[in-house]
């Protein structure tokens, strides 16, 4: 018979392996279409709004999902999924993400998530 001081233990090394796995698990499907894309992936801006100030033409819909996977890891953060959505615009060739639109919460397979999705624009010249 397997003793409580024993039980408790086991628990808590089951606990440590799970909490020793992964963090975040992201969206994977970014692919580049150029070197290029990669160097520019941080030059992308990326705003809640549409950019008054400039004159741009849209290329197509982006979005990225961050989840959490574990309840002993932080909440995903809005900068973790503007790298993905930075990523996927720049393999588009775009210069500015608009109109990003953020969502987070639990699901049924994650102890949490954020969602962005918006508009990836090239500015004209």
Known sequence: MIGKSTKY???VAMLALIAGCASYRTDTST?????????NANKIIISETALSDKKYKELGPV???VK????????PTK??????LSDKA????????????YKSGVGMTTWGYIEAKG???KFAD
């Open 79 to 84: 900068e973790q999924v503007d790298i993905i």
């Open 9 to 11: 233990v086991v628990t």
């Open 119 to 121: 508009t990836a624009v």
């Open 68 to 75: 959490k996977l574990t309840i002993f890891h932080r909440d």
């Open 90 to 101: 720049a393999a588009m060739g775009a210069d500015a993400i608009v109109n990003v639109v």
């Open 63 to 65: 979005e990225g999902e």
């Open 31 to 39: 692919t580049f279409a150029s070197t290029k894309g990669l160097l």
